[in-house]
Structure formats: structure tokens, C-alpha cells
């Protein structure tokens, strides 16, 4: 199969034919549709995270059909997606808590092991989703990464329909997010840098919106500015997300079905997963990049 293969770090990826894939138990094997690419992706390639598997096919977003390793529950054909969490432990602390998201043994997809940037990937079958006939190819693949963490972001901070949200930042989750939020009435507020992005968001319907040093019209909680009074007399709290777990995952996909999710997409053949990398890492384009085989 071709696939996008990473030698070392910082080096671009190859293009170049390696051999498939081949389910072992418990695995289904997807051809692959489509793959996103993450800010992650770019992390890995790059170096900034330490390298854990060299050679490496990176991506973690990926759209495919089950080709091989087929059960009753995931017949052949069956159009799935793949996520960065690919497998956990189920014994450790975390996971006997029922925290997988913070597994101590976690398996990332196209990260400890090999991703999407490529014609066949190989994944656990009880880490895969099926996806909903709403939720097309190029539109679901950016869904799996980006839109499942921010949507565990909207879970985490509790946001209730109908609330007053700010967004600080407004990159691919972010986009993402404020679909989620304008479905449950909530009115959003973005504060971000790059008119680009500015723009985007008022497109998509952002009561306000502002660079990073504007001030809103209404108080919103400054992340991470909290003043000393307003966090000791508010009872505030600053969370943060790690990973995702599987009901985020099916639980945001069947929200994205019922709103018609479509994220903005720029697509690049697996040829020029380079560029798709690049483009990312400069910004070069609104939405989420996605390389097809
Ligand atoms: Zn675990
Ligand atoms: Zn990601």
C-alpha cells in the first residue's frame, strides 16, 4: 500500500509503498477514505512530542471501511472512524474508574502506533465508531480529533444549553464547538487572533467577536487572567481536558449527525501530506485539512 511514512522526526514524511497491514485479533482492517490532520500530527512530526515508534504512519482522524477482522457488530463495509485514543489497558486505576481518557497504558493512534496517513490502517475494534449516513467522508474525518475535544471541552466545563460561552482561541475544536453551542442556544464569544479566523466565526454565528486583546460587551471568565478577587469570590474553577473516551466520542458523532456538522475542509491528496502539514502548521487555511489516499 502507499502510505506517508515518518523516518525522523523533523524530516518530511515519504511517500512510499510499505507493506499492508494486517489485523491481529481483536483488530478490524479499514481502507481508508479519508484522514485528518491534527495540530498533533504536526507535534509528532516535528519532534515536539518524543518519539515512540519509528518508523511511523501519523493520523489520527481517520474515515475507512472495514476490509478485514469483520465481527457481527462490524460487518464488512462498515464506513467507521478511528480517533487518537486507539486502545487502553482496562486495568489500571484510571480505567477501573471508568477515566480511559487518562489510561496509563494508552494506545494513540498514529502516534505509538501506525495512523491514517495511508490507503489501510489496522485499529482495535472496540475503538471504532461507526458513522452515521449524515456524516460524509470529508466532513466526519476533522470530527474525530478536533470535534470530539471540543466537545469534551463543552462536557467538562458544564456548559448547559442556553448559556454564555467565550471562546478564546479559534482554531479547528474551536470551529467546531460553536456549532454545538449555537445548536443549544447559547450565545458565544469569540476572542481570537487573525481576521481569518475572526471572520469565520461571526459566520458562524458568534454573537461577538474580537481580537485577543478586545474586551467584550459582557464579563466573561479570562483564561488564564483570573484576577485573585474574582476567583476567590466567584468559586470559579479552570479545567482541563485530557484525550477523550469512547462516549465522547459516540456521544458527540450522533450530535454532529442530528445538526448536519460540516466542518470547513481542504483536502489534499495523500501525495501531498507534506503540504497538508504545512498548511496547518502556517495557518494557511480556515477549518481542518484532510488527506485522502
Ligand atoms: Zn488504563
Ligand atoms: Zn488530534
Known amino acids: 500500500m502507499k502510505a506517508a511514512i515518518l523516518r525522523t522526526a523533523k524530516q518530511p ?11 491481529t485479533a481483536g483488530q478490524v482492517l479499514l481502507r481508508v477514505r479519508a484522514c485528518g490532520v491534527c495540530r498533533t500530527d504536526l507535534h509528532i512530526v516535528e519532534g515536539e512530542l518524543p518519539p515512540r515508534k519509528q518508523p511511523l504512519i501519523a493520523g489520527h482522524q481517520i474515515v475507512g471501511d472495514v476490509v478485514d477482522g469483520a465481527t457481527t457488530e462490524l460487518p464488512l463495509g462498515t464506513r467507521v472512524g478511528v480517533s487518537w485514543v486507539g486502545g487502553i489497558d482496562g486495568t489500571c486505576p484510571y480505567c477501573r474508574r471508568g477515566l480511559e481518557n487518562l489510561c496509563d497504558a494508552p494506545v494513540f493512534t498514529g502516534y505509538t502506533v501506525n495512523g491514517g496517513y495511508a490507503e489501510y490502517a489496522a485499529a482495535r475494534s472496540d475503538f471504532v465508531y461507526a458513522l452515521p449516513p449524515e456524516l460524509d467522508d470529508l466532513h466526519a474525518a476533522p470530527l474525530l480529533c478536533a470535534g ?12 448547559e444549553p442556553g448559556d454564555r460561552v467565550g471562546l478564546f482561541g479559534f ?5 467546531l464547538a460553536i456549532a454545538v453551542l449555537r445548536s443549544w442556544n447559547c450565545e458565544v464569544y469569540v476572542l481570537t487572533r487573525g481576521a481569518s479566523h475572526r471572520k469565520l466565526a461571526a459566520s458562524l454565528g ?3 467577536v474580537g481580537s485577543e486583546t478586545d474586551k467584550p460587551p459582557v464579563e ?4 488564564p487572567e483570573f484576577d485573585y478577587d474574582r476567583l476567590l469570590w466567584g468559586e470559579r474553577q479552570i ?3 485530557a484525550n477523550m473516551t469512547r462516549s465522547d466520542a459516540r456521544d458527540f458523532l450522533k450530535i454532529a449527525a442530528d445538526i448536519r456538522l460540516q466542518p470547513k475542509v481542504t483536502v489534499f491528496p495523500l501525495e501531498r501530506a507534506n503540504d497538508a502539514l504545512a ?3 502556517n495557518d494557511a487555511i480556515d477549518g481542518a485539512a484532510v488527506i485522502v489516499p
Request: proline share 5%.
Open 279 to 281: 498548511a496547518v502548521k
Open 13 to 23: 514524511l515519504h511517500i512510499e509503498e510499505t507493506r499492508t497491514p494486517q489485523p
Open 171 to 175: 482554531g479547528s475544536s474551536a470551529h
Open 220 to 223: 466573561l471568565d479570562r483564561i
Open 206 to 208: 458568534a454573537a461577538w
Open 148 to 159: 470530539i475535544i471540543g466537545f469534551r471541552s463543552l462536557r467538562v466545563a458544564g456548559v
Open 239 to 241: 479545567r482541563s481536558v
